[in-house]
Structure formats: C-alpha cells, structure tokens
C-alpha cells in the first residue's frame, strides 16, 4: 500500500520534471533504493504534486517564492537547483538579482554573497 495519492504523484511527476528537467527528476527516481524511495515518491506527491499542483500561484511565482525561502535558510544546493528551475519558469536575471537583494537584506549579507556565487556559476553555464 502506498503512503501517497498515485494521481497526486503523477500530477507532482509532471510538474517536478517541467521545472527541474526530466533528466534530473528521472537520474534521482532511478538513483533511489529501498531506504529513499518513499522519500522521493512522498515528496514529489507532497512538494510537487500538492504544492506546485494548483494553479493559484503560477509558476514562476513559486519559483521566485522558493529562490526567497531556500536562501534564507542557506540551502545552497537546493537553491542552485530551483535556480536552474526558476530561469526554466521565466525568472529573469533581473529578478533573479532582486531576490538575492532582499535575501541580502533580510537573512545577511554573508548569505547573499553565497547566492550571488552559485548564481554566476549557473547563469554563466
């Protein structure tokens, strides 16, 4: 018996691949066991499927939304991999910029700095 709603896990399967690329999505589905499937299957039905699955907040919206929260709590790899997703959705470099401002601002500059660094990497990619 699964932990999940299977049509949530496929509305989540699709959106997580739309944002992150199915070659990402499908490369860490594959790379799961035993120990971290549920996991993966829980998360894309939560995170994906039931956060990203309504049409109240477009896209971009939650991308730009999750850059603000990933890099207030300093979570860099994630963010690098929003990031990748965010310019995927059409945020801007522009936009891009101006959440790191407020990140600046609002969590240190320490922390706008590492924003900063992981965002030339991937923009200049």
Known sequence: MSIFDEDLFLKGLQK????LGAEYVETNLAAADE???PFQEAM???????????????????SMMNLS??????????WEIHLKGAITNGVTHNEIRAIIHVIGIYCGVPQA?????????????
């Open 113 to 125: 700095v590492e924003c900063f660094r992981v965002a030339k990497n991937v923009l200049s990619s």
């Open 16 to 19: 997580r691949k739309a944002t």
């Open 35 to 37: 120990f971290t499937l």
């Open 69 to 78: 929260m990933l890099g207030a709590l300093g979570k860099m790899q994630e």
């Open 44 to 62: 894309t039905a939560w995170c994906w499927g039931f956060g990203w699955g309504d049409d109240e907040i477009d896209v971009k919206t939650r």
